[in-house]
C-alpha cells in the first residue's frame, strides 16, 4: 500500500528525488517516515512528515541541509527531494506510515510505523 520510487545511480555531488504514494482508501496514517539501510547496517531515520501539517519535518544529522521531505499536491503523494548526495548515501530508501502525529523524539522510531513500501534503491557513485 505504500509504493516508493524514483531511485538510481547518481555521482556524487548530484540530486534525486524519491516519491512514495500511498493507496488503499483503509489506510489511515499521520505521519509519513523517510528510512535507508546501507549494506550490513541498520535501517535508520532519513525525514519524517506530518500528513496534515506540513511545517512538521524532522531530518537526521547526517541529511540535514541536503534533504527535503514535502507532500504533492496531489492527496497520498509525498516526496524526498535529495541534494547533494554522498556515496554514504548509497541505501535502499523505504517510505513508511505511521497511524500516530509523530514528534521530534519518536519519529526515527521503526516501531512507530505499521506500514511499508517496498524500498528503492539509491547508488551514489562516480
Known amino acids: 500500500q505504500l509504493q516508493a520510487s524514483g531511485g538510481g545511480l547518481v555521482q556524487p555531488g548530484g540530486s534525486l528525488r524519491l516519491s512514495c504514494v500511498v493507496s488503499g482508501t483503509s489506510l489511515d496514517y499521520s505521519t509519513i517516515g523517510w528510512f535507508r539501510q546501507a549494506p550490513g547496517k541498520e535501517r535508520e531515520g532519513v525525514s519524517g512528515?506530518?500528513?496534515?501539517?506540513?511545517?512538521?519535518?524532522w531530518y537526521s544529522s547526517s541529511v540535514k541541509g541536503r534533504f527535503t521531505s514535502s507532500r504533492g499536491n496531489a492527496e497520498h503523494t509525498f516526496f524526498l527531494q535529495m541534494n547533494n548526495l554522498k556515496p554514504e548515501d548509497t541505501a535502499i530508501y523505504y517510505c513508511?506510515?505511521?497511524?500516530?502525529?509523530?514528534?521530534?523524539?519518536?519519529?526515527?522510531?521503526?516501531?512507530?510505523?505499521?506500514?511499508w513500501g517496498q524500498g528503492t534503491l539509491v547508488t551514489v557513485s562516480s
Open positions: 513508511a506510515a505511521s497511524r500516530y502525529n509523530l514528534i521530534t523524539s519518536t519519529w526515527s522510531q521503526r516501531s512507530q510505523y505499521a506500514y
Open positions: 512528515v506530518s500528513r496534515s501539517y506540513s511545517s512538521r519535518k
